[in-house]
């Protein structure tokens, strides 16, 4: 099949779980023998390279804005692909649902990935939350196929909507190996950081993260691997703590330093409240970290008993980081079941694979 994958930064992933899904699915059907193209904002990788371990990839402009970003350079991306050819595409976002409408009204396939409930996320607007809401409503309308990778999420949209979806979660790497010369560079040692590996937006909780994390007595440091694509108020407040122990890396896109920041971390914090099948959490958890992550349906859909989950409240947080640096045997315990449930559930092949089988379904049910 001749397959186009639109609505993310592009690869290699340089950014979010779009991004990564991306990557990993297009490489998969690269090796199964499909022919795959991604769209990419210029510049998402230096020189704007033509291909990528055997993907296609185009670059195309966009208005570099909070708001009309993703639209803008995915209208471009449906433009020129209905020119091209293509048996199906993939898209990503749900706040596409509308010019989802462009390839179908030319014949190809368009199966769209509707991520989370972007309208939750504090980031944007009236209209910006109003105008998520409506495309969540006529998405069903705009596609041949709707995918969720949260089974909430899934539920959500047939008790809200009546709109039928398929199931597929993200995947988690269950492999790797901890290089001490990348701990170094961040002036770090293995099992005496914990670790935030996830974009500083206000609803995940980086904040109450912090605040809590203040108030442990601990010579441990917080490292905090992230930032926001748009000039963030919030970013810079959490910036502006003087707390030598609270240590912001930025985003990490260097090969390897994500990985081994991972695996040389005593536990992993999660804050994430909003969306599916969040891909951090995953990345934790294949990678056997310990995790403290927040008590969201989202969260236990994932991580089931493989985590240790806290309240939304600075006291829940700061309880459940001093036990596990108090007892061991729990923090190992975690660490080993959220490992076994990633190794279990989530591979990147078995998603890859059920990617597969989607499109040729799709392919053939409305030839």
């Known amino acids: 099949?001749?397959?186009?994958i639109i609505g993310t930064r592009g690869v290699p992933a340089m950014y979010g779980g779009f991004e990564t899904c991306a990557e990993e699915i297009s490489i998969g059907l690269i090796q199964m023998g499909h022919c795959v193209t991604v769209y990419c904002r210029n510049e998402n990788s230096k020189g704007n390279p033509k291909d990528y371990k055997g993907v296609n990839l185009v670059y195309l402009p966009h208005l570099e804005t909070k708001n009309l970003g993703t639209l803008s350079h995915s209208l471009l991306s449906f433009v020129h692909a209905v020119f091209q050819k293509y048996d199906l595409i993939l898209a990503f976002n749900v706040g596409l649902a509308p010019i989802c409408i462009i390839p179908k009204l030319f014949g190809i396939k368009i199966v769209l990935n509707v991520d989370g409930l972007e309208w939750k996320r504090k980031k944007w607007g009236i209209l910006a939350k109003k105008y998520f809401q409506i495309c969540e409503k006529i998405s069903g309308f705009c596609v041949d196929e709707i995918v969720t990778d949260s089974k909430a999420i899934q539920q959500y949209y047939i008790d809200k909507y009546k709109t039928p979806s398929v199931y597929i979660a993200y995947g988690a790497h269950s492999e790797g190996k901890l290089n001490k010369k990348i701990l170094d560079k961040y002036h770090l040692k293995e099992d005496?950081?914990?670790?935030?590996?996830?974009?500083?937006?206000?609803?995940?909780?980086?904040?109450?993260?912090i605040e809590a994390f203040q108030k442990v007595k601990t010579n441990k440091k917080l490292v905090i691997a992230g930032g926001?694509?748009?000039?963030?108020?919030?970013?810079?407040?959490?910036k502006s703590i003087k707390d030598p122990r609270i240590i912001f890396l930025g985003p990490v896109y260097e090969k390897g330093h994500i990985e081994s920041?991972?695996?040389?971390?005593?536990?992993?914090?999660?804050?994430?409240?909003?969306?599916?099948?969040?891909?951090?959490?995953?990345?934790?958890?294949?990678?056997?970290?310990?995790?403290?992550?927040?008590?969201?349906?989202?969260?236990?859909?994932?991580?089931?008993?493989?985590?240790?989950?806290?309240?939304?409240?600075?006291?829940?947080?700061?309880?459940?980081?001093?036990?596990?640096?108090?007892?061991?045997?729990?923090?190992?315990?975690?660490?080993?079941?959220?490992?076994?449930?990633?190794?279990?559930?989530?591979?990147?092949r078995i998603v890859i694979m059920r990617y597969e089988r989607l499109f040729k379904i799709v392919a053939q049910k409305f030839d």
């Open 192 to 209: 005496e950081y914990f670790l935030i590996a996830s974009r500083l937006e206000p609803e995940n909780n980086a904040d109450l993260i």
């Open 261 to 348: 920041l991972h695996l040389g971390c005593f536990a992993y914090i999660h804050g994430n409240e909003v969306g599916g099948t969040n891909p951090a959490l995953l990345k934790a958890m294949g990678y056997g970290n310990t995790i403290l992550t927040l008590d969201a349906i989202y969260n236990k859909e994932v991580a089931q008993d493989g985590a240790l989950y806290f309240n939304k409240n600075i006291e829940s947080i700061k309880s459940k980081i001093e036990l596990i640096i108090s007892d061991n045997h729990i923090r190992k315990s975690i660490a080993n079941k959220g490992y076994r449930i990633a190794k279990k559930s989530f591979d990147w």
């Open 1 to 4: 099949m001749k397959i186009a």
């Open 228 to 238: 926001a694509n748009y000039k963030s108020v919030y970013v810079d407040k959490l």
